[in-house]
């Protein structure tokens, strides 16, 4: 994953823990559709049309979960959020 680049972002709040998230990490420039893992609370959200964050439908999380390449990445990522850093310090 030697692509991955640091992009400034709108401000847009995270649906789930209210922080607000102003850098997205990834291939580029986010797109409407891409997923977000948020880097406070671990949780998936996407960019909207206007490229805030918004919560998965139901029908969206199951497609991810039937995705194992995509669970994986999601899982990439979510290791390097907030909760799993501080839980991995623990140890
Ligand atoms: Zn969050």
């Known amino acids: ?11 847009s709040i995270c649906p789930f823990c209210g922080v ?4 997205a990490t990834g291939r580029g420039v986010p797109e ?5 893992v948020c880097s406070e609370c671990g949780e ?3 960019f909207s049309a206007d490229l805030t964050h918004r919560a998965l439908t139901r029908t969206e999380i199951e497609k991810i979960m039937a995705n194992v390449k995509l669970s994986r990445k999601i899982a990439f990522f979510q290791a ?9 310090a623990l140890n």
């Open 44 to 46: 998936v959200s996407v």
């Open 32 to 36: 409407p559709g891409a997923l977000s």
């Open 20 to 23: 607000t998230l102003e850098l």
């Open 1 to 11: 994953m030697s692509e991955l680049q640091r992009t400034r972002i709108e401000p």
């Open 80 to 88: 390097y959020s907030k909760p799993r850093r501080d839980a991995s």
